[in-house]
Each structure stands twice: as structure tokens, then as C-alpha cells.
DNA sequence: ACGAATTATTTTAGACCTAAAATATTTTCT
DNA sequence: AGAAAATATTTTAGGTCTAAAATAATTCGT
């Protein structure tokens, strides 16, 4: 079987390359994490000291603002990526202050409704002002072409995750009801 | 004055286009976070399931493992992106658990010297290998290529959010000693 | 119709995280 | 040397987050 001639094998890669190495991935991952760790330690730290609020508030009252007919604890908690006892515990703080109101529906009383008051918009629509300001500003190093790029790798990136997870999620199904039978 | 001529001016552009429009980076920065929040939760999970533990008890051995001497708990917590405090904390789970050792330095009585036990270095290197694989698993929808271009471009916005997070400190240190003085 | 399964939310117990104050130690300045 | 400033860590108070159990309401299958 014929090989590629002179490539120099051990360029770039450790000397401990097994079958499967996959540091480049992790190192991707590393990288990724620290990106999102930096913008939300900034955001986090600029909220407090301009609106006297927090993160997780700011991204449930986003939620709300998008929404003209509310949404319910249930929608939140799954667009916000948190549990349902988070969001029940973030929104009794904005309950407090005023900024979001929360009634049962009229057709299933299970469900709760949440909305913004007038107050919880025209405070959300201030700091999301002032929010944007800040993504672009910590962004200024990033020309437009390297922002779409990013911003398609990411889509991709995202596409092999939910892949992944969903694979691992029906997996896990099929054990369950095997379980069930057995 | 001359404008360009035929180019449709808002073939993809919002009607409410401003001045400074920067959803751009807002979109992107959303994105990224999603990435983020999807990766960290399905290790999160995956820690649980498979060895009882947690991502921030994992993230601070994974520190240690890398150090042969030792680290303090400053030292941990700039790496980690956490607060002193925190570091603390999840230093007292992992002692209860005899996987860290904690002692004082011999030269500089105030600092805490951090290591990890031979149990807890078994025990992390069993971990960091499922790791490793668990992340190449959520990232094989990229191909090689597409690693290396995304890992280049969020190196791009490191130096990015490095820059204007030093700007921000420098004003504010600025305004502290004018206040000093004044 | 009515009990069982399902669905939506809240509660609980426990880990994580931060900022700010408190504590302990070292260094610096006179 | 000794007071003051600086440094490293811990403590405290309070918000965030999860998983799992509990509660409440609806739907499904008979």
C-alpha cells in the first residue's frame, strides 16, 4: 500500500497520538467556554452597577419582551435553557419589584401565564439599550466577515450538538422501555 | 455628493435600521451562549450519571492535575474565572471527599496551597479521558477544518473582549484616583 | 363518568456563585 | 522596630441553579 512520500509525521501532533485523539476538540471547547465566561462575568458585572440587577433576570424579562401574548413558566424555562423551579424562583424576584406579572391561564390552570408590566418593559427596553451597546463594544476587534463566520460556524457547532444529544437522549429512551419490559 | 448607485439598500437590513445598529454581535453573542449552555449541560449530566460529581469539582481538579506542584487558591480561582470564595467552597467538598489536599506554605503563611491526593489524581484521570471523548462526541459534526477555523476566530474574540474589558478597567481605575485627589 | 396516566408548576435539599466584609499574614515605609 | 498598606483567604448574606419529590389540574381509556 502506497503512502504519502516525506510528510513529516510528528509535525504538529504529540508523540502520546492514539487511534482516537481528540484534543483538538477539547481545546476548542476550552476555548468557547472561556469566550462566554469573559462576556458573561462583563454583563453581569455591568448590570449590577448600571440597573442594580442580574443576569438571570435581564434574560427572563428578554423572554417576556419578545412575547406580546406572554408565555408560560413552562416556554420560559425551555428558551431560557433552565429548570422549571429556576424560573419560579427568578420570576417571585420580579414579582416583587413589579416588573412581570404571573396569572393562571382561563382554559388550563395548570399553566401559569407571564407577562411584563408596564414598568418590567419600559425598564427591560433600557437595559437591552444599553446591553447591545456593550456585546458590540467587547466585539469592536471582530470585523463584519469574521462575525458572519463565527456566526456560521457556531450554527454548525450547534447543529452537531443537538445531533449528539438527541442520539444519546433516544438511546437512553430505548434502555428505558427495555427496562420497562424486561 | 455621489452614492453608490443601484444597490438595494435594505435587502437585508431592518426598516429600523439606526446609526449604530449592532444586532449582528447580539445575534452572535446569543449563539455562542446557546453553544455554551448546551455543552456545559450535557457534561453536567454526564458527570452526574456517570461518576457522581460535578462540572465546578471537575473543572478545579482538572487544574491541579495540570500542576505538579501545587496551586494556591488564588491561583485557581484566576484560572477558573471564579471568586475567591468559590474556590473555597468547592475545596471543601473535594477535601470532605479525600480527592485535594489543602495546606499552608511554608514561606507565606497567609497562602493555601492546593494538590490533588494520589486518590483524587485515579480519580480525575478516569474522568478526563470519558471527558474528552464526550466532547469530540458533541463536536463530530465539524469536520477538521471547521475545528481549526473556529478555534482561530474565538482566539479573534478573546483578544477582542480582552481588549475593551481592559479599556473598561483603565477608565475606572482613571476615575477612582480622580476621585482620590479630589 | 371515573380512575389512571399525563402535564405544568412549585417545593425541597443541596451545590454553586458573587460581592463585600472580616481575618490573618506579610511587606513597606519611616 | 512598629504602624500602615497590601495581599491571600475565609466568612457572610443573598441570588441562582439543579434534580427529585410533591402538588394540582387535565386528558385518556374504558
Redesign the pocket.
Known amino acids: 500500500m502506497d503512502m504519502p512520500a516525506a510528510q513529516p509525521l510528528d509535525r504538529e501532533s504529540k508523540a502520546s497520538e492514539r487511534p482516537a485523539d481528540h484534543k483538538d476538540e477539547l481545546r476548542l471547547w476550552l476555548r468557547l467556554l472561556t469566550c462566554t465566561t469573559l462576556i458573561e ?1 462583563e454583563i ?2 455591568r448590570l ?1 452597577e448600571e440597573f442594580k440587577t ?4 435581564f434574560d427572563l424579562m428578554a423572554q417576556l419582551d419578545k412575547s406580546t401574548t406572554g408565555m ?3 416556554e420560559v424555562s425551555q428558551r431560557l ?11 417571585a ?1 420580579l414579582l416583587a419589584d413589579g416588573l412581570v406579572d ?1 396569572r393562571p391561564a382561563a382554559q ?5 401565564v407571564l407577562t411584563l408590566t408596564a414598568q418590567g418593559r419600559r425598564a427591560f427596553r433600557a437595559m437591552a439599550e444599553r446591553h447591545e451597546d456593550w456585546v458590540a463594544e467587547l466585539m469592536a476587534g471582530l470585523d463584519q466577515s469574521e462575525i458572519v463566520q463565527l456566526f456560521r460556524l457556531l450554527g454548525q457547532t450547534k447543529t452537531s450538538l443537538h445531533e449528539a444529544i438527541g442520539r444519546r437522549q433516544s438511546q437512553a429512551q430505548a434502555r428505558a422501555a427495555q427496562g420497562d419490559t424486561a
Open positions: 462575568t453581569r458585572s449590577r442580574t443576569l438571570p433576570r408560560t413558566v413552562g435553557m433552565v429548570s422549571n423551579g429556576n424560573v419560579t424562583a427568578v420570576v424576584g404571573k388550563d390552570r395548570r399553566v401559569q
